[in-house]
């Protein structure tokens, strides 16, 4: 009876506060007629606060933002999750707040971004966000802008959500700028990262340097053990020549130890942030790698890549931009499915097309 009860009160509680984050008043739909005026902008906020390849795949469209409106006050709102990488936009954005997945953290942040009296907050999210939801519900500002999604009503403005199996999530972003009457393809959407901090090797002229990447942001995201060792054998054998490197977290310490033991290939350096991570594995002239924030890196550089993915059916992979690369796709299955001697062979086509 008192579960019942409890259960009762919960689900009470959860339905408040969904009409409170979402309210009952639905947006506008963008058309032509409600342009917005770049000129009339004059402070802007973005909300980011997710993962790391998230903010990656957003420098393109943060740099067209500060082109267009060179003049604007241009914010974001990050996370302790994807702060690491705030290399890809630093040079665009005036200021940055931080989210640490607090309730508290909310109502500070947002009484301090009402303080900024922004025109303009952009929900770059195209999946719902409670957290999204919330901050857009606490802000007074002009407009609140997201994609026409199950959250909708929290915006007043919402603009047609694009295909999500046909559309590149770079390519989604920048259908933002439809609202201010600019067509989308006539932009220059290359990624970019921050690397003026490289030191690059003057004496190294071939193209022969390859990071294998073994961690991922889960552990099914690790290939394995054997799978990684044969492969650098197959490189090896057929490419002496290459110098590999194995990278990974503290995390995948025993592991890196047991195939550059078995391998005799060296480790990098075990890095303090993301930043210091992304220095180092951009220095290299070919990726592979089963984590999606690395093939970004290696798309903001145009290196080569090769990326081990787990296939589903709800969504367009989340692929290099505009750079090269070779994926390997499991269908139902985990990447530990993929075998050595298919790994060998994207890396041997993409090594070959890019030397």
Known sequence: MADNFLKKIELKFKKVMENFINGNIPPDLFTIDKQINPKKIKKILLLRQDRIGDLLISSSFVRNLKLLIPEAQIDILLSNKNIGAIYAIKKYINHTYIYDKRLSSIFKLSKEMNNHNYDLVIDLFDNPSSTSSIFLKLLKNTYKIGFDKKNRNSYNLVIPMPDKKSTHPVDRLFQFFSIFGINPN??????????????????????????????????????????????????????????????????????????????????AKYTKSFHEFALDILKNDIIITPDTSVVHLAASTKTPCIIFYEGNDFAMPWTPYNSPFKMITTKNESIQSITPEMAFKAFEELYLENN
């Not at 552990?219 to 090896?236: D, P, Q, V, Y």
């Not at 490419?239 to 480790?267: A, H, M, Q, R």
């Open 186 to 267: 006539e932009l220059n959407k290359y990624l970019e990262y921050d690397i003026s901090d490289i030191q690059m090797n003057e004496n190294s002229s071939n193209k022969n340097k390859l990071a294998i990447n073994i961690a991922g942001s889960t552990r099914s995201k690790f290939w394995g053990f054997n799978n990684n060792i044969e492969l650098i054998k197959l490189i090896n054998s057929k490419f002496p020549e290459i110098k590999i490197t194995l990278f990974g977290t503290k995390d995948y310490e025993i592991e890196l130890n047991e195939i550059s033991k078995s391998t005799k290939v060296e480790i």
